[in-house]
């Protein structure tokens, strides 16, 4: 253990170089199989790779489209409209253009995380 310092009349311990500490480690997040297999896939032509790490960021191009495309030449005001994910993004929605669309505020707000029923989608 080392000590970072007193604070408080304590003394601040470093968890991280403790003596003896466990640490879960987590299983590969890659592709599970033999060798042979990976060999087979990649022989076959399909790609096999990692999934980046999802972003709720949405670009300020994707933004000008889907605004230009749902406000038909009207003004975006942030205080009635809200860019909204037509499928959730905390039920596995992207953040692409297709699944992106100009509500009202108290519309979306309304909606929620709920998946889109089926007036929603057309």
């Given at each position: 253990?080392?000590?970072?310092?007193?604070?408080?009349?304590?003394?601040?311990?470093?968890?991280?170089?403790a003596?003896?500490?466990?640490?879960?480690?987590?299983?590969?997040?890659?592709?599970?199989?033999?060798?042979?297999?990976?060999?087979?896939?990649?022989?076959?032509?399909?790609?096999?790779?990692?999934?980046?790490?999802?972003?709720?960021?949405?670009?300020?191009?994707?933004?000008?489209?889907?605004?230009?495309?749902?406000?038909?030449?009207?003004?975006?005001?942030?205080?009635?409209?809200?860019?909204?994910?037509?499928?959730?993004?905390?039920r596995?929605?992207?953040?692409?253009?297709?699944?992106?669309?100009?509500?009202?505020?108290?519309?979306?707000?309304?909606?929620?995380?709920?998946?889109?029923?089926?007036?929603?989608?057309?």
């Amino acid at each position: 253990m080392r000590s970072l310092g007193r604070r408080h009349g304590r003394p601040e311990i470093d968890l991280r170089s403790a003596p003896g500490r466990r640490t879960r480690t987590r299983p590969g997040r890659g592709f599970k199989g033999s060798e042979a297999t990976v060999a087979a896939y990649i022989v076959a032509g399909l790609a096999v790779a990692t999934a980046r790490p999802r972003s709720r960021h949405i670009s300020a191009k994707v933004r000008r489209k889907v605004i230009e495309r749902d406000l038909k030449g009207q003004k975006y005001d942030p205080k009635k409209h809200h860019i909204d994910h037509v499928w959730p993004y905390s039920r596995g929605g992207s953040s692409t253009e297709d699944n992106l669309r100009v509500l009202d505020k108290g519309e979306n707000l309304k909606k929620g995380s709920k998946k889109p029923r089926i007036k929603d989608l057309f």
